[in-house]
């Protein structure tokens, strides 16, 4: 016996909600990053359970572009840091805010 | 996959990415997303899922993750002394994430379940993927080498130092 569809979904809304928790709590911006990731990859667990469930292939399909959108994600948003600590000395998501209103 | 191994998986993984969020210590963060990537690999094999689930591990714990150290060990990030929002605002934020938690929830069991279709043969397998991926699917796989490309691009021209 497997565990129902249900609660593949519930455990990605549960993911999700852990993530957008993390964005909104914590300061450094390379956590933050980390919980988008987690974002990303409850919103796969909801894909392969519904390819799954339906019995098609696409699903998991997405879940490779996902993937490589996350990789190049990744890559660029760290790079980004990398230059925005050159120059501020700090990943702290409340000292940069030169474009608050 | 057996309920009460999911039950268990399921617990390990909230509790993870619990870790993930709530560590005052970058590096812990960034281990305790390798050990949710790997859990949710597992799921993915559960739902056959053997190649997502390989490049989980590979794509994700591997490489994203390491590149997450990479940085942090560049940066020599240390425990911070404020690395959380306000008190008022992580209260906040803690009950607006159970009530999001809760509302996609309520959405979902709302909604219409999809029929069980049953899994054909051959589902999950490396060619299946494969075969969708280069015929359905074949202009977007050709576009993500060209977003892999103006990343690559992207990334050597933000991290280099300015000359």
New interface residues.
């Given amino acids: 016996m497997t565990p129902p569809l249900a609660w593949y979904l519930g455990l990605s809304a549960v993911l999700f909600a852990i993530g957008v928790l993390g964005v909104l709590i914590r300061r450094n911006v390379i956590v933050i990053f980390m919980a988008i990731e987690l974002m990303l990859n409850a919103v796969n667990l909801s894909f392969v359970a519904l390819a799954r469930s339906l019995g098609s292939m696409d699903g998991q399909v997405i879940v490779f572009f996902v993937m490589t959108v996350a990789a190049a994600e990744a890559a660029v948003g760290l790079a980004i840091i990398l230059s925005m600590f050159r120059n501020r000395e700090t990943t702290n998501a409340d000292e940069l805010a030169t474009l608050k209103w | 996959?057996?309920?009460l191994l999911?039950l268990l998986l399921?617990a390990l993984?909230?509790a993870s990415?619990?870790t993930?969020?709530v560590h005052q210590n970058?590096v812990h963060?960034?281990c305790a997303?390798v050990l949710?990537?790997c859990l949710?690999a597992v799921?993915?094999l559960?739902?056959?899922?053997q190649?997502?689930a390989l490049?989980?591990v590979i794509?994700?714990a591997g490489?994203?993750v390491v590149?997450?150290l990479f940085?942090?060990m560049?940066?020599n990030?240390q425990v911070?002394a404020?690395?959380?929002?306000g008190t008022l605002?992580?209260g906040t934020?803690?009950v607006?994430?159970?009530a999001?938690?809760v509302l996609?929830?309520t959405a979902?069991?709302r909604a219409a379940?999809?029929a069980?279709?049953?899994?054909?043969a051959g589902?999950?397998e490396t060619a299946?993927?494969a075969?969708?991926?280069f015929t359905?699917?074949l202009l977007?796989f050709e576009l993500?080498s060209l977003?892999?490309l103006?990343?690559?691009v992207?990334?050597?021209a933000?991290?280099k130092?300015p000359s």
């Fill in positions: 996959m057996s309920p999911f399921a993984t909230v990415a619990l993930v969020v970058p963060s960034a997303l949710t990537l949710l799921f993915f559960g739902l056959d899922a190649l997502v490049l989980q794509v994700y490489a994203i590149l997450f940085v942090i560049l940066l990030l911070e404020r690395a959380m929002a605002l992580v934020a803690a607006g994430g159970v999001l938690a996609i929830v979902l069991r379940p999809p069980g279709r049953g899994v054909p589902f999950g299946a993927l075969r969708q991926l359905v699917y977007p993500t977003l892999l103006v990343a690559i992207g990334a050597v933000l991290a130092k």
